[in-house]
């Protein structure tokens, strides 16, 4: 499936499983802003799909908390809260201390190199105005802590909130003096993961993700000051 505005193009995944992560990346990224009513039929024409695999989409973006379906008035790209804020701050945070505990001891020496490597590369784009590296190393750094935790059903329960967590980071506006703190702290992470010291990584994990829970919070207030 291709389509015309953004040249999306997938070979061989199955057509369900294109429309899903087009439509899933169409709300992360805000085209489709909270509140809005997605219409069945236009998103099938604006796809070239029928409207079997936008449905079946809709389902599976219910259940990753990005769209909520009101009896006989339609689904709609969900709006976030302070709660849902919390909540899932709460739920990264238990997950990035235990999968960071364990990675610091399962990661090879080489991977915790690289990652230590992509960090001082988004520093150097960070410096020039570039923040693109440093939310790509973002994301690679925890998604490679949780995939070395060596537990799958971690990995499962990290993978069925990546999508929201993407759409509250995007929701952000960048501040250069929010990503030179957390660059700080990934630094810290990745640090204690090649001294060997699990105690100290964890600890800087949640502490790194507190603070990314208040800044979040205090954004989301900014901007929703009758909240």
């Not at 169409?26 to 604006?46: K, M």
């Not at 695999?53 to 339609?74: C, F, H, K, N």
Request: aromatic share 4%; net charge negative.
């Amino acid at each position: 499936m291709t389509t015309p505005e953004t040249g999306f193009a997938v070979v061989t995944d199955s057509l369900a499983d294109q429309v899903y992560r087009l439509l899933r990346d169409q709300i992360v990224h805000g085209r489709h802003p909270q509140g809005e009513r997605l219409d069945i039929p236009a998103l099938a024409a604006s796809m070239g799909v029928s409207k079997t695999p936008i449905r079946e989409a809709l389902v599976r973006l219910e259940a990753d908390q990005l769209v909520v379906t009101r009896p006989r008035s339609g689904t709609f790209v969900a709006r976030i809260t302070a709660a849902d804020i919390d909540e899932m701050c709460g739920m990264r945070k238990a997950i990035e201390w235990f999968a960071t505990g364990e990675a610091t001891l399962r990661m090879p020496e080489r991977t915790k190199r690289r990652l230590k490597a992509e960090l001082e590369t988004a520093d150097r784009a960070a410096a020039r105005g570039d923040y693109e590296p440093f939310y790509r190393s973002d994301q690679n750094l925890h998604r490679s802590i949780v995939e070395h935790a060596g537990n799958a059903r971690v990995v499962a329960v990290r993978d069925g909130i990546e999508a929201y967590l993407e759409w509250l980071r995007i929701g952000d506006t960048t501040d250069p003096a929010q990503v030179a703190v957390s660059a700080a702290r990934h630094h810290e992470i990745v640090d204690a993961m090649l001294a060997g010291d699990a105690a100290a990584a964890r600890e800087v994990a949640a502490l790194h993700v507190d603070e990314v829970r208040e800044q979040t919070l205090a954004d989301f207030h900014a901007a929703h000051p009758e909240s």
